[in-house]
């Protein structure tokens, strides 16, 4: 599986867009990119998932550049309760069951 | 829709003895997974089922670790002569098989289980 590398902390303020950016250069070509978000004693939660160009809903968008070796989540307009621990995962059907996580991204929102 | 629930959500044991944590999946998914998360750390993963059948158990940390799931419902995680080691938080997730098509397949976490070894 593609190995992702994402910052290990962000901080920002209340109101303000954040962009959390995930690099995965070994991307395979049936790779999906998927985005998780953990709260402290949670279980992680999907929030997101895309294999090109841009992917939006109501929570998150994802960007994805031509040569898909890195992505980035925005959160609009963070609130206190986006305070959470983000991971970027690749992967794809093929490549098993298993979710691969790293160490995530940990976003502190202060107001 | 219940979404995936655990039991118990702390467990405090001494080293030595055995444990054994519950999951309950999301009504109508075939496919239930073990992960352990320690601090600071993302989820590791742990084992798999496909309904009743173990797919997947080559990761689970050693002979000491076990899963079941008789009936491919609910699933049991056993930790037998835990260890301080052990300690750390056991998730649950689940998924159906089959819809993802060629993506990633989205997986429902349960809350955890917390285990601490004294």
């Known amino acids: 599986l593609a190995k992702t590398t994402q910052p290990i902390s962000m901080d920002s303020y209340e109101g303000q867009e954040v962009n959390i950016t995930c690099s995965h250069n070994?991307?395979?070509?049936?790779?999906?990119i998927t985005w998780y978000q953990q709260f402290p004693s949670q279980g992680p939660r999907f929030i997101i998932q895309g294999y090109k160009t841009k992917v939006t809903n109501e929570v998150a968008s994802l960007f994805i550049p031509a040569d898909r070796k890195s992505s980035t989540l925005s959160l609009p307009r963070v609130s206190l309760s986006d305070t959470a621990v983000y991971y970027c995962l690749v992967g794809g059907s093929q490549a098993g069951t298993a979710l691969i996580f790293g160490k995530g991204t940990t976003l502190s929102v202060s107001s | 829709d219940t979404g995936v629930s655990q039991d118990p959500r702390h467990k405090i044991t001494k080293r030595g003895q055995n444990v054994t944590f519950r999951c309950d999946p999301i009504?109508?998914?075939?496919?239930l997974y073990w992960y352990r998360q320690t601090l600071g750390q993302g989820p590791e993963f742990l084992t798999y089922f496909q309904n009743e059948a173990q797919l997947e158990k080559s990761r689970l940390l050693s002979d000491r670790f076990s899963a079941e799931r008789p009936k491919g419902s609910f699933s049991t995680l056993e930790i037998q002569r835990t260890e301080q080691g052990d300690s750390a938080m056991y998730l649950c997730a689940s998924s159906v098989a089959g819809t993802s098509g060629g993506r990633q397949e989205t997986q429902y976490f349960g809350p955890g289980t917390r285990l601490l070894v004294l």
């Open positions: 070994n991307i395979a070509t049936n790779d999906y």
């Open positions: 009504s109508e998914h075939n496919r």
